[in-house]
């Protein structure tokens, strides 16, 4: 019989494994296209993505919702804004009716849309040239809470701005400063970014001989 631990293993690898089928493609290599993923969050987080990557720990098949919209029959296809020499690739989850909509997991009841969900469905209407988009957000009630947004000339320049900073970064190098935010706390890199590693001298045999001789 499977015990209560290799259940939830099976479960966890179930998840994950989905999860890598329904990530959107992203080729660290390619400088010049950045996802419209990638500039919504910490744009360190991304870069980490792209250089050194750590598999992010995904809760449960909530987490998974959005991408298997976008695999439906109905789900819509990526598309491609440029930006000078740099291209940025949105991924809406759906367009109806002139609508973009977007689909998003929620643990609790949401007061108001995530700002990285704004951001992503503001630019997703410039990107479909679009005017108006939701963003239906899905709780573990299977409640359904629904947010309206005409586009924004201003959020979507932020967007602009934040394409241009990681591209040259990736390009240069350089790891994005950090961006503390409360999704720090179930980001992968959260040691990395806050945990500094505490300094410790190697001792060679000859000089740990010498210490217990002295004592
Ligand atoms: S821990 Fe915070 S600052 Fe560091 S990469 Fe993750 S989201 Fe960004």
Redesign the pocket.
Known sequence: MMGDRDFRTTIKNAIDSIGRELEIPIDADDFKTINLIEVVQ?L??SY?DRTDPKEIERRGFNDLLSGLLRKLEYGCEPKEFSIDDVKLKGHADMVVDDNVVLFRASQTTPDSPHAEDLLYLNACLWIYDKTDGMIIYITSDREEFTFSLTRNKKMFEEVVRRVRVLSDLLKEQKTPI????Q??LD?Q??QR??IKKASSKQLSLGEMLGMSREN
């Open positions: 910490c360190r987080r980490y950090l961006e503390p935010s999704n720090c980001c890199y959260y970014c806050f």
